[in-house]
T-cell receptor, first 114, second 110 residues
């Protein structure tokens, strides 16, 4: 298994541009989530999904959209990038979304918005 | 929203020393997790705690779930250079939504 994969690893955008961060997992996990990591603030939950066709907002959802058309993929869309969205983005998955599941993290996407 | 206070923010220690870090919260959690993040990588789970009072070890790492369910600590014994990284605590209530602490940056001098 490849685990959780994320593309791209690095991205530079101009303010106002849109882009999609890709996340895929091959472990047949039901639960997937997106976090952003900023210095001194730990990881903050953006959006999450408990299964295909179901998504919900996390702690910091503004400026981001997600969809979950398949179990494997959970893309994160930035509709109009802003400098405040400069961050490292991590995707994570866990088997079935219950409180005792281990969450597996991808390697991250480092995004800079100019 | 829920917040976790993790301390210390950073630690500089000599190889062989023991390390202790902790997390406290104003909210009750059902699960406490400790992750380690190496530079350029995603967090990796070290220890998961599921019951109040639980004490769990993983090699040189020991973590405890506080009796009040509002705190947890992580100890690393006999530190080695590869222990360098950022350590995060995370609390979990219902479902899989995690609340992370701010992280403890550990530096180990050989």
């Amino acid at each position: 298994n490849a685990g959780v994969t994320q593309t791209p690893k690095f991205q530079v955008l101009k303010t106002g541009q849109s882009m999609t961060l890709q996340c895929a997992q091959d472990m047949n996990h039901e639960y997937m989530s997106w976090y952003r990591q900023d210095p001194g603030m730990g990881l903050r939950l953006i959006h999450y999904s408990v299964g295909a066709g179901i998504t919900d907002q996390g702690e910091v959802p503004n400026g981001y959209n997600v969809s979950r058309s398949t179990t494997e993929d959970f893309p994160l869309r930035l509709l109009s990038a802003a400098p405040s969205q400069t961050s490292v983005y991590f995707c994570a998955s866990s088997p079935n979304g219950h409180g005792t599941d281990t969450q597996y993290f991808g390697p991250g996407t480092r995004l800079t918005v100019l | 929203g829920q917040q976790l206070n993790q301390s210390p923010q950073s630690m500089f220690i000599q190889e062989g020393e023991d390390v202790s870090m902790n997390c406290t919260s104003s909210s009750i959690f059902n699960t406490w997790l400790w992750y380690k993040q190496d530079p350029g990588e995603g967090p990796v789970l070290l220890i998961a705690l599921y019951k109040a009072g639980e004490l769990t070890s993983n090699g040189r790492l020991t973590a405890q779930f506080g009796i009040t369910r509002k705190d947890s600590f992580l100890n690393i014994s006999a530190s080695i250079p590869s222990d360098v990284g950022i350590y995060f605590c995370a609390g979990q209530t219902s479902g899989s939504r995690l609340t992370f602490g701010e992280g403890t940056q550990l530096t180990v001098n050989p």
